[in-house]
Antibody, heavy 125, light 107 residues
C-alpha cells in the first residue's frame, strides 16, 4: 500500500532554515508528482509547491517562491521540502501529498489522494 | 490566481439532518474540484473529485455537484462521525487553492 512517512517535529529560530523529508513506499516513486501543503494553526490548507518526481522539475506558490526548494532523491524514494528565512508565521503542519489519477468525462483528474502524516514546524525565538 | 470561497464557515446540525456546504471559484474551473474532510488532529481525506465522483470507500451519504464556478457538498443524514472541517480545492492548474474550510458540528 502507498505510504508517505515524514520526518519528525522541528523547532527553529527565526531566520533559520528547515528541511522536511517525505519517504515513500508502495509505488514507483518517479511515476507520480509530489506536492507540499502547509496548515498554520486554525488556518486553511495552503499549497506550497510541487515536484515532478521523474525529472525533478518544480513549481512553487508565489507566496513562497523566494524561500522554498523542493527536491527529491529517486534512489531513496524520498522528497524534500526546504523553507528558508523562517518567520514565526511559518509555524504549522507541513504535509507531503501524492497525486493519483482518475479518468473523468473526456479529461484526466490528478487529485491529492495520499497524504503524509504531517511534520510540525515551530518557529520561535 | 483563482480564489476559492466556502460558505458557511461553520454550521451545527442534528444527527439525521441534511447538510449542504457551498464552494465558489472566482473563475471557471470546469469540474476540477475536490472535497476533503479533516477531523481534529488528523490528515485531510479525499471525499470527492471531479466535483461529483465519490472517492473509493466514502459513504454514499456524501455527494457533490456543480460545475464552472459553483459547487456543493451535501451530507445526507448527518452522522456523529461526520463532525469535521470540510475543504474544497481546485486542481485544474497551479496554484492548487483550497477554500477556507467549513466546520461541521453535531448538535
Amino acid at each position: 500500500q502507498v505510504q508517505l512517512v515524514q520526518s519528525g517535529a522541528e523547532v527553529k529560530k527565526p531566520g533559520a532554515s528547515v528541511k522536511v523529508s517525505c519517504k515513500t513506499s508502495g509505488y514507483t516513486f518517479n511515476t507520480f508528482a509530489m506536492h507540499w501543503v502547509r496548515q498554520a494553526p486554525g488556518q486553511r490548507l495552503e499549497w506550497m509547491g510541487w515536484l515532478n518526481s521523474d525529472n525533478g522539475n518544480t513549481q512553487y506558490s508565489q507566496r513562497f517562491q523566494d524561500r522554498v526548494t523542493i527536491t527529491r532523491d529517486k534512489s531513496a524514494s524520498t522528497a524534500y521540502l526546504e523553507l528558508r528565512s523562517l518567520r514565526p508565521e511559518d509555524t504549522g503542519l507541513y504535509y507531503c501529498v501524492r497525486e493519483a489519477q482518475y479518468a473523468g468525462a473526456g479529461s484526466q483528474h490528478w487529485v491529492f489522494e495520499f497524504w503524509g502524516q504531517g511534520t510540525p514546524v515551530t518557529v520561535s525565538s | 490566481d483563482i480564489q476559492m470561497t466556502q460558505s458557511p464557515s461553520s454550521l451545527s446540525a442534528f444527527v439525521g439532518d441534511r447538510v449542504t456546504i457551498s464552494c465558489r471559484a472566482s473563475q471557471d474551473i470546469s469540474n476540477f474540484l475536490a472535497w476533503f474532510q479533516q477531523k481534529p488532529g488528523k490528515t485531510p481525506e479525499l471525499l470527492i473529485h471531479g466535483a461529483s465522483a465519490l472517492h473509493s470507500g466514502v459513504p454514499s451519504r456524501f455527494s457533490g455537484s456543480g460545475s464552472g464556478t459553483d459547487f456543493t457538498l451535501t451530507i445526507n443524514s448527518l452522522q456523529p462521525e461526520d463532525a469535521a472541517t470540510y475543504y474544497c480545492q481546485k486542481y485544474n492548474s497551479a496554484p492548487w487553492t483550497f477554500g477556507q474550510g467549513t466546520k461541521v458540528e453535531i448538535k
